[in-house]
Structure formats: structure tokens, C-alpha cells
């Protein structure tokens, strides 16, 4: 599956790409060092995933991962932040991306979200979810998640219930009988009514709202 690499830093972008291209079944089908670069890149090569960095001095990160997430047919976004700020990553996270790891961490974090990310799956460094996730509970007015996720179907919502569980289309449609692209089109209609920009923030709202039935 094509992955399009865009780092400011070439040498950075470099060892990513060969980290990548060692993974079997996923290959990096470009390089890009700024966000106009990055975006005919995409229209050229029309990759599954971006690994992209959250500091292109060109333009705003947050703006090109809302806008290639929202793309048809949408592009997953691994972003790597400069640091393990829970706050940035939950604004990356709402802005679309699926995934988001530091530059601080391993590059095994990379490689394990961009794999996650081509199999339609969201990721977050094992040491970091539980900080992002109350980050993003705390940082939205009480209640909202819960008016959104009345507005799901009941399929939309066994959907959203086997994503938030962390499995892929292919797990969803086998355990429900339906087709893969059932599921995706699902995925999208839910997505389209929490008005969210990834299944990452979805899933976020489907834990908090599991969080408050069982405080109360």
C-alpha cells in the first residue's frame, strides 16, 4: 500500500521511508519536504496513507490533515508531533488524523501506526492513549458526545463500538455479516453525524460516553 512521507527535514524523511519500505506489504511511494509539495504528491500518487509532520514551516499541518482527511477518497494521516503533548495530539486528532506519534519516540511507533493506519485501523502509542483520551474527555463541554452519538443508527453504532474495540474493516464486516464496503460506507455516514474528521476521535467519543454509564 503507497505511503506518502512529508518532512521538512530530508535526512529525517529519509530514514522513515527505509524504515517503512523493510515492512512487508507497505512501500512509500513518495517524498515530500512542504505542504505544497505534499498535496501534488497526492493527487500524482493518490496514497493510502501521509506520514506528516506536524511543523512544515510552509503551511498549517492541522489545516492540510483536516483537508486530506476530508479528501474523496479520504487519505489517513500519521502525524509526528514534535513532543508527547497530550493537548497537540488531541488537536491533530480532531483535525483528522488517525494516527499520532512524537519524533521523540521510536521509530517502531511510526511504523506500527502506519501499518495500523493502511489497514483502516486508528493508533496511538500504548504509553500515550490514556493521556490523550482524558484529554480529549476534559476538553469538551459535558454531554456533547453524548447528543452526537444518539444520532448513529444502531448498525452505525455496533460500527463505531467494534472500531473503539480497535478492529479493522474486514474484522467489523466478517462479525457482522456485511460487506467491507457496508462497513465503509457506515464508517463514513457515522463520521459524516459525530461530524469528526477520523475514526480516532469517534472512537473517543464512544469510550467517554461508555465512561459515563458506568460512573453513573
Not at 85 to 104: E, L, P, Q, W
Not at 147 to 174: F, Q
Request: some cysteine; charged content about 25%; aromatic content about 2%.
Amino acid at each position: 500500500m503507497g505511503v506518502l512521507v512529508v518532512h521538512h527535514h530530508r535526512l529525517y524523511a529519509d530514514a522513515v521511508a527505509r524504515r517503512i519500505n523493510g515492512e512487508p506489504e507497505v512501500r512509500v511511494a513518495g517524498i515530500a519536504s512542504t505542504g505544497a509539495a505534499a498535496s501534488t504528491a497526492i493527487e500524482v500518487l493518490d496514497p493510502r496513507v501521509v506520514v506528516l509532520d506536524m511543523e512544515l514551516r510552509d503551511v498549517s499541518s492541522l489545516e492540510l490533515t483536516a483537508r486530506w482527511s476530508a479528501r474523496v477518497p479520504p487519505v489517513a494521516v500519521a502525524a509526528i508531533l514534535g513532543s508527547d503533548d497530550r493537548a497537540a495530539m488531541v488537536r491533530a486528532i480532531r483535525a483528522g488524523a488517525s494516527g499520532v506519534t512524537s519524533k521523540h519516540g521510536p521509530m517502531a511507533d511510526l511504523v506500527s501506526a502506519v501499518k495500523a493506519l493502511v489497514l483502516g485501523q486508528c493508533w496511538i502509542p500504548t504509553r500515550l492513549q490514556a493521556g490523550v483520551v482524558t484529554e480529549m474527555r476534559l476538553s469538551r463541554p459535558p454531554n456533547v458526545f453524548d447528543e452526537k452519538l444518539a444520532r448513529l443508527t444502531v448498525r452505525e453504532r455496533e460500527i463505531l463500538d467494534r472500531m473503539a474495540a480497535g478492529h479493522d474493516r474486514a474484522a467489523i464486516a466478517d462479525d457482522l455479516g456485511i460487506s467491507v464496503n457496508t462497513v465503509r460506507t457506515h464508517a463514513q455516514n457515522l463520521l459524516s453525524k459525530l461530524n469528526v474528521h477520523s475514526t480516532l476521535e469517534a472512537a473517543s467519543m464512544a469510550h467517554r460516553a461508555t465512561m459515563r454509564r458506568v460512573a453513573t
